[in-house]
């Protein structure tokens, strides 16, 4: 069963993946976000879900799966292993450990194979993550730049995107000078605040 707070962001969460095409589940470890997850994909009347995770993370994935018994179809895999896909038209993707998509400046296979996939699908999105930016606020640019509807869509790449939202420094390495994008600033979680739902678990009541 769903706790209080559960049922709360599905709905908030299933009224803003409507209005946007996707929804950033910042939820700390133990309150539930993939449970959630699935919550909101029941609540918007999903047909074919896509859960993209770490491996080790598929057993107790599908374990959930198995006790929940949802409406909808998923299909849990790896990220390494989406060219292993079948030929099915996602109408949700479900991207876990989102951060993992963060690296910068230039984007990570995982990012580039997954922003192929929504361009592919069309689908609505929804990333999952209880440290969504880890490092650095730059971080964000790549977790979202797929998706259509992300607040940072007219930036081509992230170099664009930098130049507005990063304080970029140079740092001298082996006698030569490299550019550090690792200066983003905190507005560029201020513009992801209309599709982002966070909680912690202190207000999930752990102690």
């Known amino acids: 069963e769903y706790r209080d707070y559960q049922l709360e962001i599905i709905e908030r969460g299933a009224n803003i993946i409507n209005e946007h095409g996707f929804l950033y589940l910042a939820m700390e470890v133990r309150t539930g976000k993939t449970l959630t997850s699935f919550g909101i994909c029941e609540r918007i009347g999903a047909q074919n879900v896509l859960f993209l995770t770490k491996k080790k993370a598929i ?47 230039k984007p990570s296979k995982r990012a580039k194979d997954v922003a192929s996939l929504i361009y592919k699908n069309k689908p609505r999105v929804i990333l999952l993550s209880g440290t969504p930016t880890p490092e650095s606020y730059s971080q964000m640019y790549h977790q979202v730049y797929g998706i259509p509807s992300n607040p940072f869509s007219k930036y081509k790449n992230f170099y664009g995107f930098a130049r507005d939202y990063v304080n970029i420094s140079t740092m001298r390495i082996n006698g030569y000078e490299i550019k550090d994008y690792g200066g983003g600033v905190k507005h560029i979680l201020d513009l992801m605040a209309p599709y982002t739902i966070s909680y912690t678990q202190r207000e999930a009541g752990f102690v």
Not at 77 to 105: Q, R, T
């Open 59 to 105: 057993s107790s994935i599908t374990g959930d799966l198995d006790k929940l018994c949802p409406s909808y179809v998923t299909f849990v895999i790896n990220y390494e292993s989406m060219h292993k896909l079948p030929p099915v038209k996602w109408d949700v993707v479900i991207c876990d450990e989102a951060h993992s998509m963060g690296a910068f400046p």
